[in-house]
């Protein structure tokens, strides 16, 4: 049989394990050979092929681009027509939208552009939005006065990099390289005013869903956040001491459900009971509601409303209609369509509500879990955009309306009214602007008013980038105390990164999406719904209040909207599912059925997370091992698994009906669907860490958040980038021990960090606390050694009288000559050029007046300059040197420079460093190499790592990572860690890793015996030493060190000043103080709190306690209270104290100082 | 020692095997202390030319000055002459500054990629100014016939490199780079004994597993005798594999393995500056230099306090 295993397998593959599982005992068991065979086909081919098609921001790109292709049209579709109130006749309509080339105006004309332009010269990467005009401007004249201009510019729309209409949408490496953009760069951003901004994912409950939750005092609700085109409302149907109340902004109080379903015509009780269920239990809670109602007098249609309309507010905007029918109508669940002013569908809708808050109140258990990620959706950039730019265009609109009213109102209209400069206002384009780069999302219109949108992308590393592309924030405010949404949820699995969150008050609730996640995006409605009627689903209008929950009969609910029943809801369920298998209908669909509601949920709105599965016939997986050979000679591609239904994606709602097998030998006769790969459940930033499942789990929580912190390269073009802060590794190298996810992310290609050889022992007692001793050797060759990356710049300003700033020829003489060495003669430091602290770098000048009337110019040349030149601060004693000079016009047209300066820096005590293990530790000493230890082959240690750093820390995948490194060193060949990659053949075994180490003539353990560089002795024990990617992570001394002996002060108070960018001192706080005075020092205290910070002489009056001053003629101390100078003394206070003192004074407070002899 | 009176050895030194680049001596009768203070100084204290000052008229490659200087800095250059060179802070001649023929060698690199071929620039493209010092021989071992050079940078089209080196004396206890070693160590020999009647004992598939367990081939059994024979003592590297496979086996004892303290096994690599036998050499002239510093110091006072007993014996001999 292991022969028969062999023949399936692919050569290339490392399944050996799949031949050891058999039993090496004699005695066969004669059952398991007579199993079928499962042969597992390696699925692993699957995952690169995925990302190829789907990408890692493929999430952000399909958002972005169903916007622009359909979102954006549906928008101007539905706001086409502009009329003028005064004559009707008169128009403009919009008949096509569409998004042009990135480019940007100069003297009329369109110059197309590109990225990498954009980031250099601060400018917004976008494209003109043209549409179609047709326009009637004469009204009932006889004339032809119809008239049509295509393409017309109504404003630029931020183009999201790499999306359909971005310039680098479908090029290859070599037009990406030659646009000046790394192909390794995933896009999904924007480039909005020259800095890159991402918008975040954003997480939300859904909308359209009934949720079933309890409030503070234990009451069960019902809410639905209803949303659609033109409303949003949000409606609860709530359980308190046994009565329904409905709770809606609209209405001024709680209200008696049963009053509202009278007044939506549901006059007869008995009818809602059925409504509701036959069964009695229902009847029996729903009873109190029934009797208050009619302890009210409210019986009919009409007295109902007659309650409801004084409690109905009069904010309602239609204020055309008043009482409580229109917000019935309109606000309330306004998710379910009023036709024909037939409440039913509204009042089914109430009763199913009521129902499952009866369920709920019956049984805790049905209660709707808030954090379950089924019942979330991703709001995505695309999707937001399309709100502003809704927004944007109906403003836009009205202020066309409200022109064009003015003209038409105006008696004589000399000219032809001409809508087209109305349009082509800026008012899009910087609302547009402002918002993606301001992240204050505040449209009134939509009631939306958030803040930090979007965010500056983090290029600090390659990972920081990919992981900030994949964020997710979180609806709830972090101030939160509570521990149910920050927790790790079961239904995240696959979907979202179990490991990748920060730590402290944003720990669980910011998130992270998984390798093969994918979002969502609307989908037609329409076909769906009568595909549905079609597949059996019986209507709603024909159903009466009795048929509604008969048994075995499950209600059909599309989007949140109850369709009809269903008899055979599995079946329905099966069908629906073939027909998506069949790609008969979006392949985003889900089908669920829901066994304890009964009901099945179709849904194909955007914004939920999903992920593709292996589809198994009773648990044999549809993929076979040809499937496989034909992708790997790419005659497939991932989408044509999907065409023939061996793969399709699963949400978090349809995963609750299918069983998913791990692996294809685990799979039984029940399984439906097989995973592709386990370690595709982690994401990217967790994806970087080897062996992950053998780490303690915050372990690699960590390391998330430190990957994003370490140096390394950032991106092909990172030296044709001008980032305010690059911080570069000189020497970057590819971990020795990978994982799958680094091969297909490409962080073998843009790594950060180096391999170095660990050996893990005590060493010289510099080591504490996780301290790590270095090799000045290793670092003298170039391990850790980094470059820093500063931006300065300086613009030429042009100002309001006509002056404008101008660059001097340096002084190459005279006093101020020594700073200005590195200026070439135009006044600009030249690159390579090495500068200094004090160091001028633009010798610029400013007009001594800038404001007032305009200057000749003739004038400008007469006009007084004062200096501005701009000085370098860099760290003291270290040299820098000018790398980049750029000059380019920025958006007012003034001339600006950008310096970029660098400093190469080798590690010094102090900078801190990580292994790929959530284990970090700062240099603690740096050790000649002769004094390391060293083993009979002439190996020498990079770094010594103390071993006290494993046992509380349990990081196993490290360890594992040393030996996997040593034995891939010692063969040359790369190994692999992948997350639960051992039966996969993705991660090699300890045992393959001993084996190969023991071949190669070292110990199984990765132990080597070492002598001491010192004494020349064998060491004690035997070292456990091999290499161990680390990276060098941001935070150096040089950037932190800071002292102070004297300095600047604070000009109120004239304390030091804090911090160290302004020079300040250290604290003495109070708990420091109170140390202090616990010991007794008092004199230290006095002198730290005064002496070395405020001291003041004043002058205090004995008689009236109050301050006063010195006169320098007379020479003594003056009463200003008294008018009087005897009885003065002079006293040392803190200046502070003396402030305090004169401030309760100004409020009428008098403190009156009362002395002693001391 | 007799008596105690007198520490002199005579270490003896056997060359086993001598290359260009490694030799490899076994050092007897003497112990830890002179053998790494040996290893030490061949590391850290024998003095080679390195590149120590670039002065970059054009750089247009892709890499930064710094990032040149350091990469040329690394390149070994032939040092033959670097003991009797002077340091460039002690010498007369060019007080200090580091521009005489007494202290430094001039390099010049020029190039400039004119074809759309990237261009390599190696440590072959550096010019010296002086004969004797110039960048090492380089050759891939794959390819012994071609010399390539030390690869500095890549050029593309129309980047350029112009620039001014100067090498100077060094140690590498001052950089990395002056250091004339690629690898220096040692290890003791063992001595290794089977006891022969309890490997006896012993049946033939014993006998290999117990050669087996050792991660390198120490052992190997005897094809006509079918006897355990230690064929290589020196691939041991005392990790105690066998010593606990036998306790395993329930035969302790059945091997004892012992570090000779006084013999050494010697493994000098040198980065081709100089040659790895001039290398060990120059150590030994190094050493016995630094001794003589100690013993001719003639403040006895002084030199009491910084050795103790030790200068009082090197005074009296």
Known sequence: ?1158 | MDGGMSYQRFPKVKIREMKDDMVKFELRETDASVANALRRVMIAEVPTVAIDLVEIEVNSSVLNDEFIAHRLGLIPLTSDRAMSMRFSRDCDACDGDGQCEFCSVEFHLRAKCLTDQTLDVTSKDLYSSDHTVVPVEFSDPNDPGEQRGIIIVKLRRGQELRLRAIARKGIGKDHAKWSPAATVTFMYEPMIRINEDLMDTLSLEEKRTWIESSPTKVFDLDPVTQQVVVVEPELYTYDDEVIKKADAMGKSGLVEIEAKEDSFIFTVESTGAIKASQLVLNAIEILKQKLDAVRLSDDTVEADDQFGELGAHLRGG
Not at chain 1, 119 to 128: E, F, G, H, N, V
Not at chain 1, 982 to 989: F, I, N, R, V
């Open chain 1, 1 to 1158: 049989m292991g022969e028969k295993k062999d023949s399936l397998e692919d050569p290339t593959k490392q399944n050996q394990h799949v031949g050891k599982q058999l039993p090496d005992n004699p005695d066969i068991d004669m059952q398991f050979l007579s199993a079928p065979i499962k042969s597992a086909v390696d699925k692993y081919q699957l995952v690169p092929e995925f990302l190829k098609v789907r990408g890692l921001v493929k999430q952000h790109l399909d958002s972005f681009n169903y916007f622009v292709n359909i979102g954006i049209k549906k928008i101007v579709r539905a706001n086409d027509r502009i009329e003028s109130s005064l004559d009707p006749s008169v128009y403009v309509r919009f008949k096509n939208v569409r998004i042009g080339k990135p480019s940007v105006p100069s003297d009329g004309v369109d110059d197309e552009i590109c990225p990498q332009f954009c980031r250099l010269s601060d400018m917004t990467y976008a494209a003109p939005i043209l549409v179609n005009v047709e326009y009637n401007t004469q009204g009932n004249n006889p004339q032809k006065t119809r008239f049509e201009k295509n393409d017309v510019t109504i404003g630029r729309m931020p183009i999201m990099l790499r999306s359909c209409c971005c310039v680098l949408y479908g090029k290859d490496e070599a037009e990406l390289a030659r646009l000046g953009e790394c192909p390794l760069d995933p896009g999904g951003y924007f480039v909005i005013k020259g800095t890159e901004k991402v918008m975040l994912i954003q997480e939300q409950l859904s909308k359209n869903r009934i949720i079933i939750d309890s409030d503070k005092k234990g009451n069960i609700n019902a809410s639905v956040t209803s949303s659609t085109e033109d409303r949003k409302s949000k409606t609860v149907i709530l359980m308190e001491k046994g009565k329904m109340y409905l709770h809606l902004n609209m209405f001024s109080e709680k209200i008696p459900i049963m009053v509202v379903m009278k007044a939506m015509g549901m006059e007869s009780d008995q009818e809602v009971v059925q409504m509701v269920g036959r069964d009695p239990r229902y009847s029996a809670v729903l009873l109190p509601s029934i009797e208050e109602c009619a302890n009210k007098g409210i019986f009919t249609k009409q007295q109902a409303l007659e309650y409801l309309d004084p409690k109905a507010k009069r904010t309602y905007a239609s204020a055309s209609e008043k009482g409580a029918l229109p917000v019935l109508r309109d606000m309330f669940l306004a998710n379910v369509p009023v036709r024909q002013g037939s409440f039913r569908a509204k009042c089914i809708y109430v009763a199913v509500m009521l129902r499952r808050v009866i369920d709920a109140f019956l049984n805790k258990d049905t209660m709707d879990d808030k954090d379950y990620v089924g019942n979330k959706r991703l709001e995505l950039s695309g999707q937001l955009i399309s709100l502003l730019f809704e927004d944007l265009f109906k403003t836009m609109i009205d202020n066309v309306k409200k022109k064009m009213d003015e003209i038409m109102g105006k008696p004589s209209r000399s000219s032809r009214f001409d809508p087209a400069p109305y349009l082509c206002g800026d008012s899009i384009t910087n609302g547009l602007e402002r918002t993606l780069s301001t992240g204050n999302f505040n449209v009134k219109r939509f009631r939306m008013d958030r803040k930090g949108m979007t965010q500056v992308l983090a290029r600090l590393s390659f990972i920081a980038a990919m992981g900030h592309m994949t964020r997710i924030s979180p609806q709830f405010e972090k101030s939160r105390k509570v521990s149910g949404p920050r927790a790790l949820q079961p239904s995240q699995w696959g979907m979202l990164c179990p490991c990748d969150t920060p730590e402290g008050e944003a720990c669980g609730l910011v998130k992270n999406l998984a390798l093969m996640t994918h979002v969502t995006t609307d989908e037609e409605e329409g076909p769906l719904i009568s595909l549905c009627y079609y597949l059996g689903v019986e209507d709603l209008e024909l159903l009466s209040g009795e048929e509604l929950h008969t048994p075995n009969s499950f209600l059909v609910i599309f989007n949140g909207l109850i369709l009809g029943k269903h008899r055979r809801p599995q079946h329905f369920a099966a069908t629906m599912r073939k027909l998506r298998r069949a790609g008969k209908i979006g392949e985003f669909v889900s089908v669920y059925v829901n066994e304890k509601q009964c009901c099945v949920y179709v849904a194909s709105d955007g914004g939920r997370v999903c992920r593709p599965l292996v589809i198994a016939d009773k648990g044999i997986s549809r993929i076979k091992e040809h499937h496989m050979k034909e992708l790997l000679a790419g005659v497939r591609t991932f989408d044509s698994f999907l065409q023939d239904g061996l793969i399709e994606y699963l949400d978090v709602n349809e995963e609750n009906n299918a069983l998913i097998a791990l692996y294809e030998g685990e799979a039984t006769t029940e399984t439906t669907h097989i995973e592709i790969e386990p370690f595709t459940i982690l994401g990217v930033c967790a994806g970087l860490i080897p062996f992950p499942h053998h780490n303690q789990s915050p372990r690699n929580t960590y390391q998330c958040a430190m990957g994003k912190q370490a140096m390394g390269n950032i991106a092909y073009n990172q030296l044709r980038r001008m980032d305010t802060l690059l911080y570069l590794l000189v020497y970057p190298q590819r971990p020795l021990l990978t994982t799958k996810t680094i091969e297909l992310v490409g962080y073998d290609k843009l790594g950060a960090g180096q391999n170095a050889t660990v050996a893990v022992m005590s060493y010289s007692g510099y080591d504490i606390e996780d301290a790590i001793v270095m090799n000045k050797s290793s670092l003298d060759r170039g391990f850790g050694r980094c470059i820093v990356m500063k931006r300065y710049s300086a613009v030429l300003q042009k100002y309001e009288n006509d002056t404008q700033d101008r660059i001097l020829r340096p002084d190459r003489k005279g006093y101020g000559a020594k700073h200005m060495r590195i200026l070439d003669d135009d006044g600009i430091a030249s690159p390579g050029e090495i500068i200094s602290p004090q160091d001028i770098y633009i010798n610029k000048q400013s007009p001594a007046v800038t404001r007032g009337t305009r200057v000749p110019p003739s004038e400008l040349p007469n006009i007084g300059y004062k200096s501005s030149k701009q000085t370098f601060k860099g760290p003291e004693g270290e040299s820098c040197v000018v790398d980049r000079v750029a000059l380019y016009n920025d958006r007012h047209n003034n001339l600006s420079i950008k310096f970029l300066i660098r400093h190469t820096r080798r590690p010094e005590v102090g900078d801190k460093f990580s292994s790929r293990h959530g284990q970090k530790g700062v240099c603690g000493t740096i050790i000649q190499q002769e004094d390391f230890p060293f083993s009979e082959r002439g190996i020498c240690p990079d770094l010594i790592m103390n071993p006290h750093g494993f046992p509380s820390r349990m990081t196993v995948g490290k360890m594992i990572e040393l030996l996997g490194g040593k034995a891939g060193v010692s063969c040359g060949r790369f190994h692999y860690g992948s997350a639960f990659g051992e039966p996969s053949g993705h991660a090699d075994t300890v045992e393959a890793m001993s084996e190969i180490l023991v071949n190669k003539g070292f110990s199984y353990n990765g132990k080597d015996f070492l002598y001491s560089g010192i004494t020349g002795c064998p060491l004690q024990a035997y070292i456990f030493m091999g290499p161990i990617y680390y990276q060098k992570l941001k935070h150096m001394v040089l950037d932190k060190m800071h002292a102070r002996a004297d300095g600047p002060r604070v000009l109120l108070t004239r304390q030091p000043t804090e911090g160290r960018a302004r020079n300040g001192g250290l604290r003495v706080g109070e708990m420091e103080r109170d140390c202090l005075i616990a010991y007794g020092a008092s004199m230290l205290i006095f002198e730290r709190l005064m002496i070395s910070s405020d001291p003041f002489e004043v002058q205090v009056c004995r008689i009236c306690g109050l301050l006063g001053y010195y006169n320098h003629h007379l020479k003594t101390g003056i009463c200003s209270s008294c008018k009087k100078r005897d009885g003065m003394s002079t006293m040392k206070l803190p200046y502070a104290c003396k402030l305090l003192i004169q401030e309760l004074q100004s409020m009428n407070i008098v403190p009156r100082l009362k002395l002693a002899e001391a």
